[in-house]
C-alpha cells in the first residue's frame, strides 16, 4: 500500500505520456537524462564564455582607462605612464587584448593584485577555504531548518507555528543581511551594558590560535556569529518558498483523494505533498546560491571573515580592478555550476518536466 | 474593445470586492499604512526641515550624543541629528526602491511572457539572458558596475535594476508555460489568436496578479539592495539609510555603545520592507485564487 501511491501523484499527470514511450522500446529516462545533463553541461559552458567575455568589456568601461587606478595618488610622468601601459598590454588592438585575456583566463592567470603585489589567482585560493567553510556551514543548516519548518507552517496552515514561523521569517527577510551582522555583533560580540561579549567580533582566528582539536574549536567559536547571520537571513526565504510550494499542493486534488483512500494525515504531507513541494523549492535553493555569495559578502564584511567576500570588498574599496575582476570571475563560474546541477536535479526529480 | 458600461460596471465591482478582501486581513492594511507614512514623511521632509543640518560644517550637536530632547534620536559622529538624517535618507531609500523595482518589473514581465510564449530559438535566446543573469549573484554585479560606473543615484537604480529582473521572468514564464498548457489557450489558437493575442488578452491577465504581487515584493528587496550597496560602497552620494549604517560601522558605533546610530537607520529599513512585503503577501492572498481556496 506504501510504494506505489507514494509514487503515484508526482508522475499522475504525464502517465499516458511515459507509457506511450516505455511502449516505444529502449529510450526511457536514462538516456533521456543524459542528453539534457549535456545540453544542460553546454549552456553552462556558453554561460561561463559569456562571463569571461562580459567581464572583459565591463571592465574597459572604466571611465579613463586602467593606468589611472595604478597610478592613483602617485605623480607619474608621460613615459612611465607609457610604460605601464605597455606592460598591462593596453597598447595593442583591442581583438588582441580579448584574445589574450580569454587565453590568460583559461590558464587561471587573472592578473596581479595591484594591492597585494601578488597573483589574483593565488589570493583566491587562499580565501577559498573560509568561504566555503562559512557558506556551507550556513546554507547545510539553513537549508535543513527552512525545508523542515516550512513545511510543518504550511500543513497546519493559519496555525500557532505557522503564524509565529512566517512572521519571525519575514521580518528576517526584511532585515538586510549587514544589519543584522551589526546589531549581533552589537549584542553578542561587543557586549551590552554590564554583559560582557561572548564571541569575538572579528577574524577567523586570532594570533595566538592554538592547535590541533582546540584550533577547531577556536575557529568555531570565531564561526558562531557569521553563521548564525548567514543562516537567519537565509533560512527565512527556504521557509517561505517551501510553505507556500506546499499550500500549492494542499489546493490540489490529488491531495483530497489520498485523504479520501484513507490515508494518515502525516502520511499524507510525507508521501504525497512534500516531494511535489520539493521541486520547486529545490531549484531555488540552488538558484539561490548568489543570494547566500551576496549573504557572504556582507556578512564577511562585518565579522572581517578572511574569505573571498572581504577579498571582494576590499578590492571595490581599493579599487583594486585586478581582484575585482578575478573575484567576480570565479564567484559567477561557481554559481553556475551550481545553477546548472540544480537543473539536471529538477530534471531527473520531476516526470512532468521530463516529458515536455 | 468590449461595450464601456458593461466593463465599467464590472470594474468597479471587482475593485469593491478587491477592497473588501484586502481589509480582511489586518496585514495589508498595516502595511499600507506603514508605507503611506513613510511617503508622506519622504514628500513632507523639504517643506518642514532645513537641509543644512545635514550639513557636517554646521552641525551643532555633541559628536556621537546619545537621544535627548533636542535630538530624539541622537547625534552621528559630526554632531547631526539622526533623526534629520533618516527623514532625509528615507526620500533616496523610497526613490531607488520604486524606481529600480519598476525597472526590473518592466524588463522581467515583458522576457518572461516572450520567453513562456513563443517556442524555438527566440525563447531559447531569451531563456539564455535570463539564466544568465540570473547566475551572476546580483549583488557582486551591482557593486562590480556601481564601482566602475561611479557612484551616483542613477547608476545605483540601474545597477540594481538590470541585476534583479532575472527572477521575475523565470517565474512569469514558469506561470505562462502553466496557463498555455490549458486548453482554452489552444481554443484561442484555434480560432485563429495571434501571439499578440493569446499575450496580451489570455496570458497577461493570467499572470498580471502575480506581477503585481511581485513588484510590490521586489521594492522591498530593492530597498534592501540599496541599503546593502551603499553600506558595501556604492553611495548615491546622498544621505541614505545605508550609508548611514556604513558610517555607523566605519565609527564603531557598534562596537562603542552608540546602540541609536546603528537601531535607528536600521528599524527603519525593516519597518518600510516588511511593509511591502506585507503588502505584497495580501495582494497575493487577495489575487491568487488558489490561495484563496486554500482558506485562511
Same mark, same amino acid.
Given at each position: 500500500?506504501?510504494?506505489?501511491?507514494?509514487?503515484?501523484? @508526482?508522475?499522475?499527470?504525464?502517465?499516458?505520456?511515459?507509457?506511450? !514511450?516505455?511502449?516505444?522500446?529502449?529510450?526511457?529516462? =536514462?538516456?533521456?537524462?543524459?542528453?539534457?545533463?549535456? @545540453?544542460? *553541461?553546454?549552456?553552462?559552458?556558453?554561460?561561463?564564455?559569456?562571463?569571461?567575455?562580459?567581464?572583459?568589456?565591463?571592465?574597459?568601461?572604466?571611465?579613463?582607462?586602467?593606468?589611472?587606478?595604478?597610478?592613483?595618488?602617485?605623480?607619474?610622468?608621460?613615459?612611465?605612464?607609457?610604460?605601464?601601459?605597455?606592460?598591462?598590454?593596453?597598447?595593442?588592438?583591442?581583438?588582441?587584448?580579448?584574445?589574450?585575456?580569454?587565453?590568460?583566463?583559461?590558464?587561471? $592567470?587573472?592578473?596581479?593584485?595591484?594591492?597585494?603585489?601578488?597573483?589574483?589567482?593565488?589570493?583566491?585560493?587562499? /580565501?577559498?577555504?573560509?568561504?566555503?567553510?562559512?557558506?556551507?556551514?550556513?546554507?547545510?543548516?539553513?537549508?535543513?531548518?527552512?525545508?523542515?519548518?516550512?513545511?510543518?507552517?504550511?500543513?497546519?496552515?493559519?496555525?500557532?507555528?505557522?503564524?509565529?514561523?512566517?512572521?519571525?521569517?519575514?521580518?528576517?527577510?526584511?532585515?538586510?543581511?549587514?544589519?543584522?551582522?551589526?546589531? *549581533?555583533?552589537?549584542?553578542?560580540?561587543?557586549?551590552?551594558?554590564?554583559?560582557?561579549?561572548?564571541?569575538?567580533?572579528?577574524?577567523?582566528? $586570532?594570533?595566538?590560535?592554538?592547535?590541533?582539536?582546540?584550533?577547531?574549536?577556536?575557529?568555531?567559536?570565531?564561526?558562531?556569529?557569521?553563521?548564525?547571520?548567514?543562516?537567519?537571513?537565509?533560512?527565512?526565504?527556504?521557509?517561505?518558498?517551501? !510553505?507556500?510550494?506546499?499550500?500549492?499542493?494542499?489546493?490540489?486534488?490529488?491531495?483530497?483523494? @489520498?485523504?479520501?483512500?484513507?490515508?494518515?494525515?502525516?502520511?499524507?504531507?510525507?508521501?504525497?505533498?512534500?516531494?511535489?513541494?520539493?521541486?520547486?523549492?529545490?531549484?531555488?535553493?540552488?538558484?539561490?546560491?548568489?543570494?547566500?555569495?551576496?549573504?557572504?559578502?556582507?556578512?564577511?564584511? &562585518?565579522?572581517?571573515?578572511?574569505?573571498?567576500?572581504?577579498?571582494?570588498?576590499?578590492?571595490?574599496?581599493?579599487?583594486?580592478?585586478?581582484?575585482?575582476?578575478?573575484?567576480?570571475? &570565479?564567484?559567477?563560474?561557481?554559481?553556475? #555550476?551550481?545553477?546548472?546541477?540544480?537543473?539536471?536535479?529538477?530534471?531527473?526529480?520531476?516526470?512532468?518536466?521530463?516529458?515536455? | 474593445?468590449?461595450?464601456?458600461?458593461?466593463?465599467?460596471?464590472?470594474?468597479?465591482?471587482?475593485?469593491?470586492?478587491?477592497?473588501?478582501?484586502?481589509?480582511?486581513? %489586518?496585514?495589508?492594511?498595516?502595511?499600507?499604512?506603514?508605507?503611506?507614512?513613510?511617503?508622506?514623511?519622504?514628500?513632507?521632509? %523639504?517643506?518642514?526641515?532645513?537641509?543644512?543640518?545635514? $550639513?557636517?560644517? =554646521?552641525?551643532?550637536?555633541?559628536?556621537?550624543?546619545?537621544?535627548?530632547?533636542?535630538?530624539?534620536?541622537?547625534? $552621528?559622529?559630526?554632531? /547631526?541629528?539622526?533623526?534629520?538624517?533618516?527623514?532625509?535618507?528615507? /526620500?533616496?531609500?523610497?526613490?531607488?526602491?520604486?524606481?529600480?523595482? *519598476?525597472?526590473?518589473?518592466?524588463?522581467?514581465?515583458?522576457?518572461?511572457?516572450?520567453?513562456?510564449?513563443?517556442?524555438?530559438?527566440?525563447?531559447?535566446?531569451?531563456?539564455?539572458?535570463?539564466?544568465?543573469?540570473?547566475?551572476?549573484?546580483?549583488? #557582486?554585479?551591482?557593486?562590480?558596475?556601481?564601482?566602475?560606473?561611479?557612484?551616483?543615484?542613477?547608476?545605483?537604480?540601474?545597477?540594481?535594476?538590470?541585476?534583479?529582473?532575472?527572477?521575475?521572468?523565470?517565474?512569469?514564464?514558469?506561470?505562462?508555460?502553466?496557463?498555455?498548457?490549458?486548453?482554452?489557450?489552444?481554443?484561442?489558437?484555434?480560432?485563429?489568436?495571434?501571439?499578440?493575442?493569446?499575450?496580451?488578452?489570455?496570458?497577461?491577465?493570467?499572470?498580471?496578479?502575480?506581477?503585481?504581487?511581485?513588484?510590490?515584493?521586489?521594492?522591498?528587496?530593492?530597498?534592501?539592495?540599496?541599503?546593502?550597496?551603499?553600506?558595501?560602497?556604492?553611495?548615491?552620494?546622498?544621505?541614505?539609510?545605508?550609508?548611514?549604517?556604513?558610517?555607523?560601522?566605519?565609527?564603531?558605533?557598534?562596537?562603542?555603545?552608540?546602540?541609536?546610530? &546603528?537601531?535607528? %537607520?536600521?528599524?527603519?529599513?525593516?519597518?518600510? #520592507?516588511?511593509?511591502?512585503?506585507?503588502?505584497?503577501?495580501?495582494?497575493?492572498?487577495?489575487?491568487?485564487?488558489?490561495?484563496?481556496?486554500?482558506?485562511?
Amino acid at each position: 500500500m506504501t510504494a506505489p501511491l507514494g509514487t503515484a501523484p @508526482a508522475d499522475g499527470p504525464s502517465a499516458p505520456a511515459q507509457d506511450a !514511450r516505455a511502449a516505444e522500446g529502449p529510450p526511457p529516462g =536514462r538516456r533521456s537524462t543524459l542528453r539534457y545533463a549535456a @545540453a544542460k *553541461l553546454g549552456g553552462a559552458v556558453l554561460s561561463v564564455g559569456m562571463v569571461i567575455v562580459a567581464t572583459f568589456f565591463l571592465f574597459r568601461l572604466i571611465p579613463g582607462d586602467p593606468t589611472i587606478a595604478y597610478t592613483r595618488d602617485v605623480p607619474v610622468s608621460p613615459e612611465q605612464l607609457a610604460l605601464l601601459r605597455r606592460q598591462l598590454g593596453l597598447d595593442r588592438p583591442l581583438g588582441e587584448q580579448f584574445l589574450d585575456f580569454v587565453w590568460r583566463t583559461l590558464r587561471l $592567470d587573472l592578473g596581479t593584485s595591484y594591492e597585494y603585489r601578488r597573483p589574483v589567482s593565488e589570493l583566491i585560493g587562499e /580565501r577559498a577555504g573560509p568561504t566555503l567553510l562559512l557558506a556551507g556551514t550556513g546554507l547545510a543548516v539553513a537549508v535543513g531548518l527552512g525545508l523542515w519548518q516550512g513545511a510543518r507552517a504550511a500543513w497546519r496552515h493559519g496555525g500557532r507555528l505557522d503564524r509565529v514561523s512566517t512572521g519571525v521569517s519575514l521580518v528576517l527577510w526584511s532585515v538586510p543581511t549587514f544589519w543584522l551582522g551589526l546589531l *549581533l555583533l552589537m549584542g553578542l560580540a561587543a557586549g551590552v551594558g554590564p554583559f560582557p561579549g561572548v564571541f569575538p567580533t572579528r577574524g577567523m582566528e $586570532d594570533v595566538d590560535a592554538p592547535d590541533g582539536f582546540a584550533y577547531v574549536l577556536h575557529v568555531g567559536h570565531h564561526l558562531v556569529l557569521p553563521c548564525l547571520t548567514l543562516v537567519a537571513v537565509v533560512y527565512a526565504q527556504y521557509l517561505l518558498v517551501m !510553505r507556500s510550494s506546499l499550500l500549492d499542493e494542499i489546493g490540489q486534488d490529488y491531495i483530497t483523494t @489520498a485523504r479520501a483512500k484513507g490515508l494518515r494525515d502525516d502520511e499524507v504531507r510525507r508521501r504525497h505533498a512534500v516531494p511535489n513541494a520539493l521541486l520547486p523549492t529545490v531549484t531555488l535553493v540552488f538558484m539561490n546560491i548568489g543570494f547566500v555569495v551576496a549573504g557572504a559578502v556582507s556578512v564577511e564584511t &562585518v565579522y572581517s571573515w578572511p574569505g573571498l567576500g572581504l577579498l571582494f570588498y576590499e578590492a571595490i574599496k581599493g579599487p583594486d580592478f585586478a581582484v575585482m575582476q578575478g573575484t567576480f570571475l &570565479v564567484l559567477c563560474v561557481a554559481v553556475i #555550476v551550481m545553477n546548472t546541477l540544480a537543473d539536471v536535479v529538477y530534471h531527473v526529480l520531476d516526470p512532468r518536466v521530463r516529458s515536455a | 474593445m468590449s461595450p464601456l458600461t458593461g466593463a465599467g460596471r464590472r470594474g468597479l465591482t471587482r475593485s469593491a470586492r478587491f477592497w473588501r478582501e484586502f481589509r480582511a486581513r %489586518p496585514s495589508g492594511p498595516a502595511g499600507a499604512a506603514i508605507l503611506l507614512a513613510a511617503v508622506l514623511v519622504a514628500l513632507l521632509t %523639504p517643506l518642514l526641515t532645513d537641509p543644512a543640518g545635514l $550639513d557636517v560644517t =554646521r552641525a551643532t550637536g555633541p559628536r556621537m550624543g546619545p537621544p535627548s530632547l533636542e535630538h530624539p534620536l541622537g547625534t $552621528d559622529e559630526s554632531g /547631526r541629528s539622526v533623526l534629520l538624517m533618516i527623514t532625509w535618507g528615507s /526620500r533616496v531609500s523610497l526613490l531607488i526602491g520604486f524606481m529600480s523595482a *519598476l525597472l526590473s518589473m518592466v524588463i522581467g514581465t515583458t522576457v518572461g511572457i516572450a520567453a513562456g510564449h513563443f517556442r524555438g530559438w527566440p525563447a531559447a535566446v531569451l531563456m539564455r539572458i535570463t539564466d544568465w543573469f540570473l547566475v551572476l549573484p546580483s549583488l #557582486v554585479l551591482a557593486l562590480v558596475l556601481a564601482a566602475i560606473l561611479g557612484g551616483g543615484m542613477f547608476t545605483i537604480i540601474l545597477a540594481i535594476g538590470v541585476t534583479s529582473w532575472a527572477s521575475t521572468a523565470r517565474l512569469i514564464r514558469a506561470q505562462t508555460l502553466a496557463v498555455e498548457a490549458r486548453p482554452y489557450i489552444e481554443r484561442a489558437r484555434a480560432l485563429g489568436g495571434g501571439h499578440w493575442h493569446v499575450m496580451t488578452r489570455h496570458v497577461l491577465p493570467n499572470v498580471a496578479p502575480l506581477v503585481l504581487a511581485n513588484t510590490t515584493l521586489q521594492v522591498a528587496g530593492a530597498i534592501v539592495a540599496e541599503s546593502t550597496l551603499a553600506f558595501l560602497g556604492a553611495q548615491s552620494g546622498q544621505v541614505s539609510w545605508g550609508g548611514m549604517l556604513r558610517a555607523s560601522y566605519d565609527w564603531g558605533a557598534a562596537t562603542s555603545g552608540a546602540w541609536w546610530y &546603528v537601531l535607528a %537607520p536600521g528599524l527603519c529599513i525593516v519597518a518600510v #520592507v516588511m511593509a511591502f512585503t506585507l503588502v505584497g503577501r495580501a495582494l497575493e492572498a487577495v489575487l491568487n485564487p488558489r490561495l484563496r481556496g486554500a482558506g485562511r
